[in-house]
């Protein structure tokens, strides 16, 4: 789990990297799970690889406006953001995750009717809350390809372990070595190694493909990419371990998206089969 945590940290920067070539959307990483799973060692450790995990703007509340987390957000490019506890928030999370996805908040005009200025992003976005963000979308496949939800990842198991494990303000450092890491490659060699990623972990999945494997293929891959990066830099990853965790939750996604066709076609099959009751 902590591991997974530092992974999703520095791929921000990639992400942002990748984006100037690619067309790739940002991601929404989404932990939840019991009071005492380690969602917020998780949010701050991955936080922490940037700078203060404790503060604006790194570490925000999801208690907020809309306008207050695009304004959280503005200007950002390659650093992971993070909002907590979105179990207290009564946000229309469905509109915001699509906003958040394409990096850019709803078009609004000045006084003088002039078309404002939108606030753009391009980042790693993560999530904690007891429950999934999911149950307060309308839970389609867009919903779905664009927040990968991670239940129970179980990143301390005691107080004193969560104690353990190094939260400070010195892991700026990784952040930073990981940027000179990424930018001392050829663009060339950096977007084969994604396509290198994205190959391999497609044949991982192929026995565990659904509709929208496809689409979120693209934010695996890069995930996995990061871990290799930082296994490079000196860091201490189990890259086998990163891959069993996308892999658990794409199946996962699988079975939620065949759960959701399924009901579709009984409804279309009992309105077919009713069609005088409605």
């Not at 609004?108 to 391009?122: A, Y």
């Not at 930073?176 to 994205?198: A, G, M, W």
């Not at 065949?258 to 409605?278: D, G, P, Q």
Request: net charge positive; glycine share 4%; with cysteine.
């Amino acid at each position: 789990g902590s591991m997974f945590a530092v992974v999703a940290g520095l791929s921000s920067a990639l992400l942002s990297y990748l984006k100037l070539t690619y067309s790739m959307e940002n991601i929404l990483i989404h932990i939840y799970g019991d009071s005492s799973s380690g969602k917020s060692t998780f949010l701050k450790l991955a936080l922490s690889m940037w700078g203060n995990p404790n503060e604006p703007p790194l570490f925000n509340e999801w208690n907020s406006t809309t306008n207050a987390i695009y304004a959280a957000l503005s200007n950002n490019q390659g650093i992971t953001v993070g909002f907590d506890e979105a179990s207290c928030s009564a946000l229309d999370y469905s509109t915001l995750i699509y906003n958040l996805s394409h990096g850019r908040d709803k078009a609004r005009c000045n006084k003088d009717s002039s078309l404002r200025e939108s606030k753009t992003w391009s980042t790693t976005i993560i999530s904690t809350a007891e429950e999934s963000l999911l149950t307060k979308t309308k839970k389609n496949n867009g919903i779905r390809a664009r927040c990968l939800e991670f239940d129970n990842l179980h990143i301390t198991q005691t107080a004193e372990h969560a104690k353990k494990i190094d939260i400070s303000h010195k892991n700026w450092i990784v952040g930073e070595d990981f940027v000179s890491y990424l930018y001392s490659k050829q663009p060339r060699i950096v977007f084969n190694d994604f396509k290198l990623c994205q190959k391999y972990l497609s044949r991982k999945l192929q026995d565990k493909a659904c509709q929208i494997t496809d689409r979120v293929i693209k934010h695996y891959a890069f995930l996995l990419q990061t871990a290799l990066y930082a296994l490079r830099i000196g860091m201490y990853i189990d890259t086998r371990s990163i891959v069993n965790v996308l892999i658990k939750q794409h199946e996962y996604l699988r079975d939620e998206t065949k759960t959701a066709e399924s009901l579709h076609n009984a409804i279309c099959e009992y309105i077919v089969t009713h069609k005088k009751l409605f």
